[in-house]
């Protein structure tokens, strides 16, 4: 069986997420990407692997979208008509888990799911666009979580929307 390698990420200095956080951050989803790897050499795979697994490819979305410092949306783009403070709102959801767009392929439309962990929710067939990561390890050094709302605005204020129209144009059979 093929075994994952931990992918590596240029990510700049970013606003209002510290480079501590980013650090720490790839450190656990490198553990993901060694966990993913255990289990796939163990004969049963144990029910913790759709937990690693998805913990390892959220992460790579995740990080991609921080990759190479922060491009604009464009407004041609059907991601311009995507409702993000609605978006943004659902990202504020209590508890842990993943603000998520995904690409319908089906019904050729764009739609948001919170995702609990990594891997509860996950909507079946569709692909991810835009993933936000609402664990509290992803903003706990820079912010409380009284102040959840301020690491969402600095995690869009650094997103290079580039990944995600790459991500988009991917789904739904565009370039």
């Not at 790897?37 to 163990?42: F, K, R, S």
């Not at 659902?90 to 609990?116: F, N």
């Amino acid at each position: 069986m093929k075994l994952f390698e931990e992918k590596k990420f240029n990510i700049p200095k970013l606003e209002g997420i510290s480079e501590k956080t980013i650090k720490e951050h790839l450190q656990l989803y490198a553990g993901y990407v060694k966990n993913v790897n255990e289990l796939l050499q163990e004969k049963n795979y144990n029910r913790r692997f759709p937990f690693e697994f998805d913990g390892m490819r959220n992460h790579e979305i995740y990080f991609s979208h921080l990759e190479g410092g922060p491009t604009p949306l464009l407004t041609e783009s059907p991601l311009s008509k995507v409702d993000w403070e609605q978006f943004k709102t659902m990202a504020l959801t209590r508890g842990v888990g993943w603000a998520t767009l995904y690409y319908d392929q089906t019904s050729k439309q764009l739609i948001s799911a919170w995702v609990d962990e990594h891997h509860l929710g996950v909507l079946t067939g569709l692909s991810p666009i835009l993933v936000l990561d609402m664990w509290e390890h992803a903003y706990f050094t820079d912010y409380t979580p009284a102040e959840k709302k301020k690491y969402i605005e600095a995690f869009f204020a650094n997103l290079n929307w580039q990944t995600c129209e790459d991500n988009f144009l991917e789904a739904s059979g565009g370039k």
